[in-house]
């Protein structure tokens, strides 16, 4: 079998327009839908926050923690995602629902406030090491946030 010379160029005239061709295809509209645009920053890494919110935590300090971690993401390069936020009353279904989103979105870091957050699950078991060996995120510690 003799293979043939290809040659390239415009394409015949018979394919534009047709179902080949794209230049006379009409796009639908839009329907009031528009672009998004959320304020995330997909280009930077994703970082996931964890807080154990105790039982004399007020809103207003819960509020100071976020913020506090939000500010660290932001200087430190990351994409401030979900703060999961456990209440100790629930605990540990935050957790597991961060551990999901960690597994899920392929989450590299997550950042406590302190490593009571996570030690408080569990006072007889390294929850952080347990939860880094599992899920291969990375926990940081932020308890040096001014």
């Known amino acids: 079998m003799k293979m043939q010379p290809t040659r390239e160029g415009a394409a015949p005239p018979r394919m534009v327009g047709t179902s080949l061709g794209t230049d006379r295809r009409q796009v639908p ?22 807080i154990l919110k105790h039982l004399l935590m ?24 979900t703060i999961f936020k456990e209440d100790s009353s629930t605990a540990p279904a935050a957790f597991r629902a961060m551990i999901d989103h960690v597994i899920h979105y392929e989450v590299t870091t997550v950042i406590i406030p302190s490593r009571l957050h996570l030690g408080a699950l569990d006072v007889n078991h390294d929850v952080q090491k347990t939860f880094e060996r599992a899920t291969g995120a990375r926990v940081i510690v932020a308890s040096n946030i001014p």
Not at 75 to 80: A, D, I, L, P
């Open 29 to 50: 509209p839009m329907d009031g839908r528009r672009a998004v645009n959320d304020g995330i920053d997909y280009t930077r890494p994703l970082l996931i926050g964890y």
């Open 58 to 81: 007020t809103d207003g300090e819960l509020a100071g923690i976020e913020d506090k971690l939000e500010e660290f993401a932001k200087v430190e390069g990351y994409t401030m995602g």
